[in-house]
């Protein structure tokens, strides 16, 4: 285990160099994590006491090759925030506290090999760009939350081994630029919702799975090529 730095509560600070397995702990409430530059091993516990984790917090910390547990109370994960932390095993379960997740945190996260559930809230409601792009260990289905209303561009690019359905927001209105390119395995109909109003250029692309129905909404105005 290693604990804060007492002295700076913006933020948390590590001395150890290595470690079999680490789990964050400290006495703030409402914590910032940044700028983690250990070689560690094992799997990474995020303690409940942290609410936001910041850009390129543990960006390419290759060495973690167990599980990540967040925190059940945590809002915001940034930028960067655990891109190219290629050695995580396991699902990767985003609690229902995160309202917002910004471009990049999770892009080239290979390692997982379990599924992905993302935050079901009011708050959370879009996907950023490149947030899981190259995760291309996740498995099973995928359910974007109720309230999500936009995936943005290359958001699941390159996450092959979705192998069961693709579930869409009711209320989901666009589908930017590649969000799902690449998602080679996903299976059964592809539903858009009533709700849908564009869908970019690319974003199913290389979706060659798919062998149920494809149902599309008769409102939607904008298809784009490919």
Do not use: W
Request: hydrophobic share 40%.
């Amino acid at each position: 285990k290693l604990a804060a730095d007492k002295g700076h509560p913006e933020a948390i600070t590590f001395y150890a160099k290595i470690a079999l397995s680490i789990e964050i702990i400290e006495d703030y409430s409402g914590l910032l994590i940044n700028h983690l530059l250990i070689a560690v091993f094992g799997f990474l516990v995020i303690p409940d006491s942290v609410t936001q984790i910041g850009s390129s917090s543990f960006q390419g910390c290759h060495f973690f090759d167990g599980t990540l547990v967040l925190s059940k109370n945590l809002v915001s994960i940034n930028s960067c925030a655990f891109e190219n932390c290629d050695n995580f095993k396991g699902s990767l379960i985003l609690p229902d506290s995160i309202a917002y997740i910004d471009t990049r945190a999770f892009k080239g996260c290979s390692g997982f090999d379990g599924e992905l559930t993302l935050p079901n809230n009011n708050k959370f409601s879009f996907i950023s760009s490149h947030t899981f792009e190259d995760c291309s260990g996740f498995i099973g289905s995928l359910t974007i939350p109720e309230n999500v209303t936009e995936i943005n561009k290359y958001a699941f690019n390159g996450c092959k081994n979705f192998n069961g359905n693709l579930y869409l927001s009711k209320k989901l209105k666009y589908i930017r630029e590649k969000a799902f390119n690449g998602c080679s395995s996903f299976s059964g109909s592809l539903i858009f919702p009533d709700s849908l109003m564009t869908i970019e250029n690319g974003a199913f692309k290389n979706c060659m799975n798919f062998d149920g129905s494809l149902i599309i909404p008769d409102l939607i105005t904008t298809i784009h090529s490919e």
